[in-house]
């Protein structure tokens, strides 16, 4: 009898972990390949991801960025006449962020890229090699990973440098 | 290494608050109302403060602007059990409101009385949430604040320089406060550097600190009145 | 013969009450969890608003929560370090009470330690003191320490308990399964016997000291700051001594009611009553001479911003609270303690009773003169506590009172096997012992035995 | 055995997920992160929003200074000083700062309302503009239609200048004399009229502070109550450590201790009313001790010595006059000023040169009359002060701003503006004066001289500042018509049929016209900042479309609707006139006072669209040229000198009819060895009024304005009402500041409350135990009270207006409220 309580207990736990988890997956709009972007024909992170060399934020492309090339069929691919879509209808395609510091923290992008020389992979990991959008970062984002590398560069450790 | 201090001229300073309001306006601290006001609850980084002195007709009122002293060896700090009020390497001591769990020790040891707390949730009318601060937090319910010399401007003060390639200017990064100081009785600057406004001024012989014998080491100066 | 009709007896007794629940013991159940509950509905509102549904303010940051904080762990010195000590010193009259009086400690740090959590803001990042704990911060020697004493005030509360429970095992119908896990397969062999004995002095010796950090550690959460009237370097012993003071006080309205409610008249004895009366009184003295002291020196230094607080308690916001300390803590309990006739169990139940509201109000008077008068210029003197907070110092002390009430219901109160221990050896122990203090006798001198009856006698000669 | 575990772990599994659930979606909301307002800045990141500064005009006083607005996106969100300003350089005053509150106040009106239901009943139907403009056109149609364009009145308040002017110009062509500017009763004018009548100079005059070296106020809380705040507090500023070796001293005379007096060297405490005593006191030391100015005197001054008219009658001087009527020891009665305090002002003032007297402020509640302040103003003469760098300049004129060409009024309008006004004035008694807005509401009850048909209350809200509400109140009930452009429901708008809101500065264009400390005119254009937060419009543009609905004529009178339009033709103008320059730009003052005094016209851009761009990105233009020494300008007086004997004021009093002029002169101070008319001529101490029986009205009330909120349109800032009482801890409330020997002999207490009753009435306050203030005198700030206008205003404190006295100003009939007597009673629950 309390060997079936302990093992309800657990399962319920289990349970709402997953439920939890699962409700953190994101669906993106398009079915995004960005190794064939970054990796096959080589194109820039900032050529999109436009702020990321000389902006405090990246920023995720506007429409009007994935039209510039993809406003003729480019491939056969299904994914790349909703653009058009998205375009003729004069939204904004509903990207999803995946990556996201809290509220309370100033991060630059130009400070770490331009300033610091960071590469990409080192907070966002293989997502320039993924042929499909995550349905999760690929690397969590943690405060514990922002001090490692600062101290590891000797940069400021201040809170006040990125708490705000 | 820069140290940031500020220097207040009293005898410049007209007590005309506008210090006070422009903070309030920087820093999206959540308006009072009556009930607040009535029980001492209102959140104020910086305030006037007046200290009256003798009696009838000798009256002397001194009017004092309070920002936090932001001290080299904050009485806050010691006391934090989670880290929560920390100082910076150039001296700015902060909050991360985000860690700080409510228990208000920090506001009980600071001698000047310039911690604030949030006893409710922060609320804007609405609609008055437009007027927000996109470079600050909105603080959360049950946690402490206090000034933190406009941190949020020297972080983007330092990452524009960084980005052009230059030192940061004197004139890169000051407070709203001292930027708005109509009788420009405020002065804000690195404490280390001889040469500064601010530490010429607060070489002054009319300069003096809160509480001086507490051993704080405020770095808020203030100068004296009179010649 | 007799001895084994008198562990019969005391056993029946004793057990007495966990075995049978009268129609009183349900209705005190009731109401005390009818306020419980009361108190648990005003944390909910707290929980859900935010601190602002207190009385609290700026700069007056700290109010009741604080100070039930400190009367709690006060009160809290009243079982392990009163037990452990007597224990020690082997104090023969300590055998009736010393559980009754571990319980309190139990009990009530454990409201120590809720008066904390309700002051904090942000109750669901508790967590935060354990992931980024500084140990600067005298907060954080505060939670090591009263969690350490907590863990050894439970532990010595239970060890004691063990061969009782391996009683009740045996004796009783009820829970039975309970008290087989609680009683860990306590047979009563000698072996058993050696290594508990060991075991409970051990306790006895290392809680001491715990204790005396607990409360010496309270303080320095004031003392280490800079403010007016709490930076005081005799707070750490004028802490502990107020602790034990409440302590005991504490301790003897808890004896005279166990007293009352199940008729123990027999094992809480007046001289138990009497012994801790003078405890009482002597500590009456040592807290009003820390008192003066403390005052004296605030008063003759003349600080001004000292002297905003001073005269505060004195004369001016708080002077109601000040002065009924002074009477609470001083007047009464000096009036009746000091005079043989008025120290009945009913006087030192009512200067106990006085003592527990004077040393709350106390370390009200600690607490919040010192931050209603700031040393800037501030509006002052406003605080004033509301529904919330009034309903959670209740409920603190109803749920404390439950518990305790419960324990009674689940547990012995009184320890069976202390009392038959002393009833099998202490007497013949104490009057071994008591010899050694003697100058050697005549007999041994010349090599005389003395039988155990004559002994006996010159025992009874001494006592007389 | 089995069923009920599997039921016991639904349970268990339905409660967990469930509470996982609820704790998650917000069922303690508190507790969980400020998630909408994270949220709406967190969203705002996928692609932040453009961010810019707007150069713009601050409205919440009429100072005049130039603001820069952080928008980001579409949103507002800090407001900071515009460098480049001339007037604020840069800086901004607490009010400046809160100046979002007043574009995102909640309870601002959200869009045209139509009443319905009872007048006052607070029944409103939302209705679009179109609806609005329609309605309110056909009913001036109407009114023109009959011939009676005259019976529309249109009463407005603080404004900025474009408005004005639309509103000016829109009334002309419509055809109605009866513009009556009433910001407010108390706060029209302060020391304008009384120099007026000594210097005969309408513009008014600047102090230039920061170029002194002794300030001697009398009752001028010019730290608190400015005419430009932060003009003032740069002044101040450099006044107390700009100078070199020169440290500015300042000494405060007044009854209570005001924050000026708190930062000022010396404060005098002396009875309230009797400050122009105290002057005259000083000015007779300075007379005995020949400390005066002798080459000023001889010079430039008219009535100084005793002379004789053209008919040969001898008139005292001034000189004479304060030899006679003054002597000291009256002095120290009357104010109750040690004497050793009085000699010490006078030789302060005759050692430190440059001095200046600063007299009331515009913005007081008036203790003083215009005889004090001339008496004050006298001062300045004294010591030779007047058009002196430190001392008094008069303000340089402003180039003409016009922004179209005249027109010509058609028949209807004629008639209409031939005939007089409801506030009478410019004639009788009232020629002197400009608006007489406290006869409204008599003259309007009683129909004089014709009946009011429509009233529009464009920025004017006299149902809380006038003297006497009830009776206004009254008078408006019924009329017909009542249109408010009011964009708050303030209590006279409460009344209104039709609410046509404006937009708040921040939403519209305007132009200001301003002067610097220094006395160079300064022109500042506002752009709107963002789009209008509510569905609000430019008053001054709805006035213009209403009259492009209407006649040919009205209608010709505005070829646009568009405020911008008409700032852009303004500036042609203004650069037509070929002085000045954009802010910004260098112009070297010297070299340029060489040109054009040889005729030539510096213009700093030739062309106009360089000229145009410059002045609106920079946010205005200023003419850094002032010539000090232009004595024909500055002295406009009929002797062409400054006059202690006023030879304007004898024309007018000559002027009366014999009854009239009894009346007068009633009300004149008896003197012992004047007369009367030269008396009424002459600077003089004026005690004003104080009513009351002293054994039961014990306690001399002295009103003051609360300094931040002094000069706000609108109160409802919780910013603002957070910091009001500040010097005795208390806000959002209306306080009383006793003494403490008061206190002590009434027996009440710090946060007691109190009733504070005079003869005109009672409310409650607050008692503060305050060391500033003498004994037996009680302070009681004035701005608090609003009966309506939003959250934070409603109901806080009281209206200290309520139970003021009041007197009517010699010549300009304006009503000045005074101090009076009063007592405290104890307010029991």
């Known amino acids: 009898m309390r060997q079936n309580l302990f093992k309800t207990i657990f399962f319920t736990l289990v349970c709402i972990f997953f439920i939890g988890e699962g409700a953190g997956a994101t669906e993106q709009p398009i079915q995004y390949n960005h190794y064939k972007h970054t990796q096959e024909l080589e194109l820039e992170c900032s050529m999109c991801h436009q702020g990321v060399k000389d902006k405090v934020r990246a920023t995720i492309p506007s429409v009007e960025v994935c039209i510039e090339c993809h406003s003729e069929p480019v491939t056969d691919s299904p994914e790349e006449e909703k653009i058009r879509e998205f375009y003729s209808k004069g939204e904004e395609i509903p990207w999803q962020r995946l990556f996201r510091v809290p509220e309370h923290v100033f991060f630059s992008h130009r400070r770490h890229v331009t300033v610091a020389g960071i590469e990409c992979e080192n907070c966002h990991g293989d997502m320039a090699k993924r042929t499909k959008p995550p349905s999760k970062a690929p690397m969590k984002i943690s405060m514990n990973k922002c001090l490692a590398c600062h101290r590891k560069l000797q940069a400021k450790t201040d809170c006040v440098s990125c708490h705000r | 290494m820069a140290k940031w201090g500020m220097v207040i001229d009293l005898d410049k300073c007209s007590a005309c608050q506008a210090c006070v309001v422009a903070c309030q306006a920087e820093n999206n601290i959540p308006n009072s109302n009556p009930e ?192 | 013969m007799d001895l084994s009709k008198a562990f019969e007896h005391d056993e029946k007794i004793l057990l007495k009450p966990i075995q049978e629940a009268n129609r009183n013991f349900y209705i005190t159940v009731g109401l005390l969890s009818l306020i419980v509950g009361w108190g648990f509905y005003a944390y909910f509102q707290q929980f859900q608003n935010g601190l602002g549904v207190t009385g609290l303010n700026r700069p007056v940051y700290w109010g009741f929560y604080i100070t039930n904080f400190v009367f709690f762990i006060g ?94 095992r045996d004796k009783t119908k009820k829970r039975k399964w309970l008290y087989t896990v609680l009683a860990l397969g306590w047979e009563g062999t000698p072996k058993q016997w050696h290594r508990l004995e060991l075991a409970i002095s051990v306790m006895a010796i290392l809680v001491i000291p715990v204790a005396v950090s607990v409360h010496t550690v309270v303080s320095f959460v004031f003392a280490m700051t800079v403010q007016p009237m709490w930076h005081s370097a005799i707070f750490g012993p004028y802490f502990v001594v107020g602790a034990i003071y409440s302590g005991i006080a504490a301790l003897i309205v808890a004896m005279a009611l166990i007293r009352w409610v199940y008729k123990l008249d027999d094992y809480l004895k007046d001289i138990h009553f009497t012994n801790l009366g003078i405890l009482l009184f002597v500590f009456t003295l040592l807290w009003t001479y820390f008192t003066f002291a403390e005052y004296l020196t605030t008063f003759y230094g003349a600080e001004p911003t000292h002297m905003a607080v001073f005269w505060s308690k004195f004369n001016g916001e708080y002077k109601y609270e000040f002065w009924g300390m002074v009477v609470c803590c001083l007047v009464i309990p000096g009036i009746i303690l000091s005079n043989r006739k008025l120290r009945t169990i009913k006087g030192s139940v009512f200067a106990s009773l006085a003592i527990t509201v004077g040393m709350w109000l106390e370390r009200f008077i600690i607490v919040v003169p010192t931050l209603a008068n700031p040393r800037l210029p501030y509006e002052r003197g406003v605080y004033h506590p509301t529904w919330v907070e009034l309903s959670l110092l209740a409920g603190c002390f109803a749920f404390f009172i439950l518990l305790y009430v419960l324990f009674t219901k689940f547990f012995p109160i009184v320890s069976i096997w202390e009392i038959a221990e002393g009833r099998k050896h202490a007497v013949a122990e104490v009057a071994g012992r008591v010899k050694t203090y003697l100058p050697d006798t005549y007999g041994e001198m010349h090599g005389v035995v003395v039988s155990g009856q004559e002994e006996k006698t010159i025992l009874k000669d001494i006592q007389q | 055995m089995s069923n009920i575990r599997r039921r016991d772990f639904l349970k268990i599994l339905t409660g967990a997920s469930s509470f996982g659930l609820a704790y998650s979606y917000g069922l303690f909301p508190n507790i969980v992160e400020g998630k909408t307002l994270a949220k709406q800045m967190a969203d705002a990141s996928l692609r932040p929003p453009e961010e810019k500064w707007v150069s713009s005009l601050c409205q919440q006083c009429s100072g005049g200074c130039g603001i820069l607005v952080r928008v980001y996106g579409d949103r507002a969100v800090k407001i900071d000083g515009n460098p480049l300003h001339p007037i604020n350089r840069g800086k901004v005053c607490a009010r400046g700062q809160s100046g979002l509150q007043y574009l995102y106040d909640p309870d601002r009106i959200k869009g045209p309302m139509l009443r319905v239901g009872e007048r006052g009943s607070g029944n409103w139907k939302q209705i679009s503009w179109d609806e609005a403009l329609v309605s309110a056109g056909e009913k001036l149609k109407e009114l023109r239609k009959q011939g009676k364009p005259n019976s529309v009145v249109m009463l407005t308040g603080s404004q ?351 132009l200001s016209s301003a002067h610097t400390l220094k006395g160079n005119p300064v022109v500042s254009i506002g752009q709107p900042v963002i789009d209008p937060v509510y569905d609000t419009r430019d008053s001054a543009e709805v006035l213009m479309s209403l009259a492009q609905t209407m006649d040919k004529s009205v209608a010709g009178a505005f070829p646009t609707a568009k405020s911008q339009d008409l700032i852009k033709s303004s500036m042609k103008t203004l650069h037509k006139a070929g002085k000045g320059t954009s802010f910004g730009a260098p112009l070297e003052e010297l070299w340029t006072k060489l040109l054009e005094r040889s005729g030539w016209k510096v213009r700093s851009h030739e062309q106009f669209e360089k000229f145009l761009m410059d002045v609106q990105g920079q946010g205005g233009w200023w003419d850094p040229v002032y010539y000090q020494w232009e004595w024909k300008r500055v002295l406009g007086t009929p002797s062409g000198k400054f006059e202690f004997y006023s030879l304007a004021a004898s024309k007018y009093i000559r002027s009366l009819k014999s009854m009239e002029k009894d009346v007068f002169l009633e009300k004149t101070t008896e003197m012992t060895h004047l007369d009367k008319t030269d008396t009424a001529c002459m600077p003089h101490g004026d005690p004003g009024v104080l009513k009351g029986n002293e054994s039961v009205y014990n306690l001399e009330l002295n009103p003051y304005s609360i300094p931040i909120l002094s000069g706000l349109s609108h109160t409802n800032q919780a910013w603002l009402q957070d910091i009001t009482g500040f010097h005795v801890y208390q806000n959002w409330h209306t306080w009383v500041e006793i003494n403490p020997e008061t206190a002590h002999k009434a027996g009440v207490h710090n946060g007691d409350k109190v009733w504070v009753e005079s003869l005109q009435g009672k409310i409650v306050a607050k008692v503060r135990i305050y060391d500033g203030v003498m004994p037996d005198v009680i302070n009681l700030p004035v701005g608090l009270g609003h009966k309506t206008g939003g959250r934070w205003t409603e109901g806080i404190g009281e209206n200290v207006l309520q139970i003021l006295q009041y007197k009517k100003e010699p010549f300009t009939g304006e009503i000045r409220f005074t101090r009076c007597r009063a007592r405290l009673i104890k307010a029991t629950a």
């Open chain 2, 36 to 227: 607040s006001a009535a029980k001492g609850r209102n959140i104020h980084w910086l305030e006037m403060i007046p200290f009256i002195e003798e009696e009838y007709p000798n009256t002397q009122m001194k009017l004092v602007p309070r920002p936090c002293m932001h001290c080299e060896h904050p009485p806050c700090i010691k006391v934090c059990p989670v880290g929560a009020t920390q100082i910076s390497s150039e001296g700015i001591v902060g909050q991360i409101n985000a860690r700080c769990i409510g228990c208000r020790y920090c506001t009980a040891a600071c001698p000047y009385t310039v911690k604030s707390f949030n006893w409710f949730k922060p609320q804007w009318a609405k609609g008055m949430e437009r007027a927000l601060n996109p470079d600050v937090t909105v603080r959360y319910n049950g946690v402490v604040e206090k000034c933190t010399f406009c941190h949020h401007r020297l972080q983007k003060a330092k990452d524009k320089a960084r980005y052009e390639g230059r030192e940061l200017g004197p004139d890169d990064y000051i407070p709203a406060c001292v930027q708005t100081c109509p009788s420009e009785a405020m002065y804000f600057g690195d404490l280390d550097n001889p040469k500064s406004k601010v530490a010429i001024l607060a070489r002054s012989r009319r300069a003096f600190q809160l509480l001086e014998d507490l051993g704080t080491h405020p770095k808020v100066i203030y100068l004296n009145e009179g010649v």
């Open chain 3, 75 to 168: 009160i809290s010195h009243a079982g392990t370090l009163i037990s452990a000590i007597l224990r020690i010193a082997q104090a023969e009259w300590r055998r009736a009470i010393t559980r009754s009086a571990e319980v309190i400690t139990v009990m009530v740090i454990l409201f120590g330690v809720a008066s904390i959590l309700m002051d904090l803001g942000r109750p669901d990042r508790i967590i935060n003191i354990i992931k980024f704990g500084r140990f600067q911060s005298p907060l954080l020697w505060d939670v090591t320490s009263i969690t350490i004493y907590l863990t050894g005030s439970t532990v010595y509360l239970y060890l004691p308990l063990i061969p009782d429970i391996a009683i009740m």
């Open chain 4, 160 to 510: 900025d200048k474009l408005a004005q002017d639309v509103s000016e110009r829109f009334m002309a062509a419509y055809g109605s004399p009866n513009l009556v500017h009433c910001g407010s009763d108390h706060a029209a004018t302060g020391m304008v009229p009384a120099i007026n009548m000594m210097q005969g100079w309408e513009a008014g005059v600047v102090y230039d502070i920061e170029a002194s070296s002794l300030i001697v106020s009398f009752n001028s809380a010019f730290l608190e109550t400015p005419w430009s705040p932060v003009q003032t507090f740069q002044a101040f500023g450099k006044f107390r450590r700009g100078q070199d070796d020169v440290r500015g001293k300042l000494i405060q005379i007044e009854p209570r201790l005001s924050v000026t007096g708190a930062k000022a060297d010396t404060w005098v405490p002396i009875r309230p009313g009797t400050e122009g005593v105290l002057a005259l006191g000083i000015a007779s030391m300075l007379v005995l001790e020949r400390n005066y100015d002798e080459d000023f005197m001889a010079n430039r001054t008219f009535g100084f010595e005793d002379w004789t008219d053209k008919k040969g009658v001898l008139h005292p001087g001034f000189k004479t006059m304060l030899i006679q009527e003054y002597p000291i020891s009256r002095v120290v009665r009357e104010t109750g000023v040690p004497r050793d305090t009085i000699i010490s002002i006078s030789r302060d003032l005759a050692r430190h040169q440059p001095a200046l007297v600063i007299g009331n402020d515009a913005d007081g509640v008036g203790n003083q009359g215009i005889y004090n302040r001339m008496a004050i103003h006298a001062l300045n003469a004294l010591i030779g002060s007047i058009q002196k760098t430190g001392g008094v300049l008069s303000r340089a004129r402003t180039p003409d701003l016009s922004f179209l060409a005249p027109f010509k009024p058609d028949a209807v309008a004629a008639a209409g503006l031939s005939r007089p006004r409801v506030d009478g004035a410019g004639k009788d008694v009232y020629s002197l004066a400009r608006n007489v807005p406290a006869r409204l509401a008599e003259r309007i009850q009683k129909k004089q001289p014709y009946p009011v048909e429509a009233l529009l209350l464009n920025g004017a809200n006299p149902l809380f500042n006038s003297h006497d509400p009830e009776q206004f109140l009254l008078a408006i009930k019924r009329l017909p018509t009542i249109i408010s452009f009011s964009s708050f429901m303030d209590e006279t708008t409460q009344y209104a049929d039709l609410i046509l809101p404006d937009s708040t500065y921040l939403e519209k264009w305007q």
